[in-house]
């Protein structure tokens, strides 16, 4: 498919609600990031339509709890129907997002991976007592509808993170996308009609506010919520008044303490990537690192000499590695940072200004010479910016690390696992990995913050369980089989 026949399918994107076009009366402009230019448009759904699609999904919710072999069934067959979708939902992405397009693909196909992951799963019962004095099982009860609602940086690939396991779990949906990135998840709701039964994935679009009433409207009974703490905190508070169970994804500020034992030339490449790949748009990205001092200084050369290599451009030309920064408020945040940071004495390695032709393209940029005090080190820049400070002590470097009010993930590198590990131990995040950064993601491990950086996890059955209740029934011997 060229990029005139796929600006004609997204011309005709519409919400999906009850298996079906949702109609609205209008339509708000997106904006491709590589030419700053609006080159499609979306549905503006109105608030007061979400009575009708919560009804439809809470209508839905009562055939789909019942069978949850029909339900894996469905899900394996959606997984089929995206996987045959790839190219034409990646460059949908890459031209709403900015990103790569092959790496707007492998997003996709996260999203098949994750559907499979969870049909696939095999949840033991959870027999408690069984013996000639009675009998004891914990079930685990879908909750109904849920509202999703997510972030523009990777929309596809979060999005199913919630849709794999409140699906599996029985539950019917409402998703939301940003309104920066709604384009792919549309086309997403659209490919799965007649997939899955009408009203149980419903995706509706539109500006912030819709967002905020898909947390009030008193149909939903959770709502699984993936981006800012700012926002995640409001969300918190909108959920409160009738207890709706929430889980909140939220923001980080990501660590990586480099020990001295290191090869330098080694790890640079893969530190490097792990900081800037979607143009560091990713929660999980290194956001601050902390070389020791004996390191630093070979670290910092070889991390600026890979930064003024890349080569950065529209993400559906061929050998780009980094696309521009999604959307004009945050790249203006990181030229703000990095503007600054400069004005405080910090030294620009490489980088350190826009480039580009109308797009939102900011180069990759290694600072040196900044501090814990500096912004672009205390705030999350989420964007092509890492901040390179150095450390002495183990003792001081955990305490700075662990001196932020967010705690998503981090990593430690070194040649001593068992020192690594150590370190690993002290740091107050939801996840630690050692000498890769984020290593611990997949659809089995749990994933979820500490402080700020959110309230839950998602993946595995832990992610599964947070979309269910628990009930107990207990009875006498003779219930046993
Ligand atoms: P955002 O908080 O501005 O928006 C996220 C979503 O919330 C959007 O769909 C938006 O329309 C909606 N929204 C806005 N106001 C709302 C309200 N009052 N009530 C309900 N919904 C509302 O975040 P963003 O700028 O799209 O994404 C970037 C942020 O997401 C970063 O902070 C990043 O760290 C975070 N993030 C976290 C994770 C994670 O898993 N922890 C993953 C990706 C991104």
């Not at 979060?158 to 699906?167: E, G, N, R, S, T």
Request: aromatic share 6%.
């Amino acid at each position: 498919m060229n990029v005139q026949d796929t600006i004609a399918a997204i011309e005709a994107l519409t919400a999906t609600s009850n298996g079906t076009d949702l109609v609205t009366k209008e339509r708000f402009d997106v904006v491709n990031p590589a030419t700053g230019k609006v080159f499609a448009s979306a549905p503006a759904v109105r608030p007061e339509q979400l009575d009708q699609v919560f009804a439809d999904a809470q209508a839905a919710f009562h055939l789909w709890k019942r069978d949850e072999s029909a339900r894996r069934d469905a899900m394996r067959r959606a997984a089929d129907v995206i996987e045959a979708t790839v190219s034409t939902l990646a460059r949908i992405l890459t031209m709403e997002q900015g990103k790569p397009v092959a790496e707007a693909g492998s997003e996709i196909l996260s999203a098949v991976h994750w559907l499979r992951y969870y049909a696939d799963l095999e949840l033991p019962r959870e027999v408690i007592r069984d013996d000639a004095d009675g009998y004891e099982e914990i079930f685990r009860r879908p909750m109904g509808v849920v509202s999703a609602i997510t972030p523009w940086n990777f929309p596809v690939g979060l999005a199913m993170w919630k849709i794999a396991p409140a699906l599996r779990a029985g539950n019917t949906l409402v998703v939301k996308p940003s309104p920066y990135t709604p384009l792919a998840t549309l086309a997403l709701g659209q490919a799965l009609r007649g997939v899955l039964p009408d009203g149980v994935l419903n995706i509706v679009t539109g500006p912030d506010p819709l967002g905020a009433a898909m947390v009030a409207h008193p149909v939903p009974r959770k709502v699984s919520f993936t981006g800012s703490t700012s926002v995640g905190k409001k969300v918190a508070l909108g959920a409160a008044p009738d207890l709706k169970r929430v889980t909140l994804e939220l923001g980080g500020n990501d660590p990586a303490i480099i020990l001295p034992d290191v090869d330098v030339d080694e790890i640079a490449p893969r530190l490097f990537w792990s900081a800037f790949r979607n143009s560091g748009q990713i929660c999980v990205a290194v956001k601050r690192l902390y070389a020791h001092e004996s390191i630093k200084p070979r670290l910092v050369e070889a991390l600026g000499e890979l930064a003024a290599s890349v080569r950065m451009g529209d993400g559906l030309q061929e050998g780009v590695e980094l696309g521009p920064v999604n959307n004009r408020p945050q790249w203006e945040r990181v030229n703000d940072l990095v503007n600054d940071a400069r004005s405080r004495g910090a030294r620009v390695v490489a980088g350190g200004e826009t480039a580009g032709d109308g797009g939102y393209f900011f180069r990759p940029t290694v600072l040196d010479a900044v501090d814990d005090s500096f912004r672009v080190v205390a705030e999350e820049q989420f964007g092509p910016v890492l901040p390179v400070l150095s450390f002495r002590d183990e003792d001081d470097v955990v305490r700075r690390a662990n001196d932020s009010e967010y705690g998503l993930t981090a990593s430690v590198w070194s040649n001593d696992i068992e020192r690594a590990a150590g370190i690993a131990a002290q740091i107050d995040s939801g996840q630690v990995a050692i000498n890769q950064h984020a290593r611990g993601l997949g659809p089995h491990l749990p994933f979820g913050g500490h402080k700020w950086s959110g309230i839950g996890v998602e993946n595995g059955p832990w992610g599964l369980y947070s979309f269910t209740e628990m009930q107990v029934i207990a009875g006498p011997a003779r219930m046993t089989g």
